[in-house]
């Protein structure tokens, strides 16, 4: 079995950092692809930003300039440094990744980190 394991969350005033950090664990797997998607009350789940497997990476307009994900492949982690942090930041931070599995890309999903940013 392959399980993603998020940390990082918590409480910080409008202006903080928090840095939130994936693993994930099993064997017979390479990592594709992880991201970190958000959920704010209320609202639909939305992609936060995105790394590929070369590096690539895709954020959403809203993170941008203010976030930077990063992956380390030798340790399958990925990290989510988030600077100058807003009320509009808060929700529930899930970790996403594409697992090659033999032949078979299987997409999978952390159980969320709480994001609280007061103001």
């Known amino acids: 079995q392959v399980q993603l394991v998020e940390s990082g969350g918590g409480l910080v005033q409008a202006g903080g950092s928090l840095r939130l950090s994936c693993a994930a664990s099993?064997?017979?797997?390479?990592?594709?692809?992880m991201a970190w998607y958000r959920q704010a009350p209320g609202k639909q789940r939305e992609l936060v930003a995105a790394?590929?497997?070369?590096?690539?990476?895709n954020y959403a307009d809203s993170a941008k300039g203010r976030f930077t994900i990063s992956r380390d492949n030798a340790q399958n982690t990925v990290d989510l440094q988030m600077n100058s942090l807003k009320p509009e930041d808060t929700g529930v931070y899930y970790c996403?990744?594409?697992?090659?599995?033999?032949?078979?890309?299987?997409?999978?999903w952390g159980q969320g980190t709480q994001v609280t940013v007061s103001s």
């Open positions: 996403n990744a594409g697992l090659l599995v033999g032949l078979r890309l299987d997409d999978y």
């Open positions: 790394i590929g497997r070369l590096g690539n990476t």
């Open positions: 099993g064997r017979d797997f390479s990592i594709n692809y």
